[in-house]
Structure formats: C-alpha cells, structure tokens
C-alpha cells in the first residue's frame, strides 16, 4: 500500500477566500485530512513581478496561465492595488480547518517578501514575522503551531536556527524523498524536515505529454517513495483545476493509497541526516532547497 500526504500551500488572499474551501469540501467528502500552511498577513503578489529575470519565471506563468488561475487583482496587490490581509479577511475559513481536524501550520506572514528576501532576512526579523503568525494562529485555533513550510522552499542558515528556536514539531521547506536531520553549511538543525517528494501541478502541467487527463498517472507513476508529499496550492487545485485535482483523489484511492499528513510522517519516520544543497529543479524558476542524494 502507497503512502501519501498532501501538503496545501495558500500564497494568496483569493487562494484563502476562495479556492480553500472547495479542497475543505473535497477533502471532507473522501475523508481526508491534509497537512495546511497558511500565509496570514498581506498579499503582496504583485511583487512576485521582480522574478521575472529568474530563468523559467515567464515560461511557467504561460503554462500556467498565470493571469486567470491567479486573478486579475491578485496580480496588481502590493503595487497597482494595495496589498489585503489574508487570514483577517475571513478567519472561519483558517478555524474551519483546525476544527475540521486537519494538520495546520505557518507559511509566512508575507509570504513573497520571505520568499524573496530570505537571504537578506536577520534572525531577529524572521522570528518576529513568525511571531506574529503564531500569535494569530494560536488566537484563532486556541493551539500553538506546530510546524511551518517555506515559501517557495527557500531556506538559510538564519530561518533554520531561527525554526529551532521556537519549538516546531517538523517543518517542510525542502524537496527530497523522506524525512530528514538537515545539514546545511556543516551544521545539524532541529526539528525534522519533511520534504515534498512529488512535482507540484504548476511545475509541470504543460510540459510534453502532461496534461489535465494525464497529471493524476504522472503523480501516481511518481509515488516509490515509502514518504510521499504532493504539494497543491489553493490559487490551482482549489480554483480552476480541482475537477483534475479530485479525478487524482478518486485515482489515488482505487490503488489504495493511504492518506496521511505531515506530522503522522514526523512521528513514524526515524529521520536520519541529509546535507541540504540550493539547487534548480525542472519547472520552477530560481533555486530551491534540496535533500542531498544518500
């Protein structure tokens, strides 16, 4: 029997709002329960445009169709528009989540200002983004968090010991195939990491042979790992694309697939250490976090 845990990334006010409570109501129907990082203050996508350099930036945002899956508005937030708060803006939707049982943590507050700015981000800075996520998470959930993914897997010395500083269960900031110790730079940090092993819908939906009708045997084909993490965002599995993403569900459950979350994986794995390397990978533009080959 295959393993899988689907890891939900939410990046934007319009992902939150409206593409998350589809997958609540997807997941409650086939009894799921996923692993949900929220990014709690503002939308500042319409920043994301400073990417546009990166190799890859422009080809994924055509095989993406970045403007209808993303949202006119969302596009313009932070600099035509002003930037709105997220998880204010409608906190039932984040306790809806947390009643509903499902594995919640942090994303980031900002969510592309971490992503972009990380290397640049003080110790002091980031516990004090962090903070400011757990204060709302912990006033709306009545629990502490327990665990956090980076945005667009980006790590540094400063957020990993930053992240063993506040007493997190496991995070997911990095690309790989099970659970690890990471190493970076020669040093061991806590608590585990639990790396998303599978490719994400917007890294390669469009490439040669993957389509709509075919993502869900790509994705099925990919599950060898005895740890598998599909990550899926709110902006596409939850909007346009989550006929494809419950047509993958349905799929996953007829081989009898098993559903976990991330923290059922931190709990049963026995992580060992793995170096961490800043690489690229085939459909993201940038470089990424990722788990070193044993």
């Not at 002091?124 to 327990?146: N, V």
Request: proline fraction near 6%.
């Amino acid at each position: 029997m295959k393993k899988l845990a689907i890891k939900v990334d939410i990046d934007t006010l319009r992902g939150y709002r409206e593409g998350f409570p589809h997958m609540l109501d997807l997941f409650a129907r086939h009894n799921i329960k996923a692993s949900v990082f929220f990014s709690f203050g503002p939308d500042n996508s319409g920043k994301a445009i400073r990417r546009i350099f990166r190799k890859g930036f422009i080809s994924k945002m055509m095989r993406t169709k970045a403007p209808s899956t993303y949202g006119i508005k969302t596009l313009m937030y932070g600099t035509l528009l002003p930037a709105p708060m997220i998880v204010p803006s409608a906190p039932g939707i984040f306790v809806r989540a947390s009643a509903e049982g499902h594995d919640c943590g942090i994303h980031a507050w900002d969510h592309v200002y971490v992503q972009d700015e990380l290397p640049r981000i003080t110790k002091s800075e980031y516990l004090s983004l962090f903070e400011r996520s757990a204060e709302m998470f912990e006033q709306l959930s009545g629990k502490k968090p327990l665990s956090c993914a980076a945005p667009g897997w980006q790590i540094s010395s400063v957020s990993l010991e930053a992240q063993e500083e506040t007493g997190l269960r496991y995070c997911s900031d990095t690309r790989g195939r099970s659970p690890f110790i990471p190493v970076f730079e020669g040093r061991a940090y806590s608590p585990v990491q639990i790396p998303t092993t599978l490719p994400t819908m917007d890294e390669i939906l469009g490439l040669p042979g993957i389509n709509d009708d075919s993502i869900a045997d790509v994705w099925l084909k990919g599950m060898n790992n005895e740890w598998n993490v599909l990550t899926v965002h709110a902006e596409m599995e939850g909007l346009s694309k989550i006929g494809v993403f419950e047509k993958f569900i349905i799929k996953a459950k007829e081989s009898e697939t098993a559903f976990y979350t991330l923290a059922d994986y931190a709990i049963e794995s026995v992580p060992v250490k793995c170096n961490i390397r800043i690489d690229t990978i085939t459909g993201r533009a940038g470089t990424l976090a990722l788990q070193e080959d044993e």
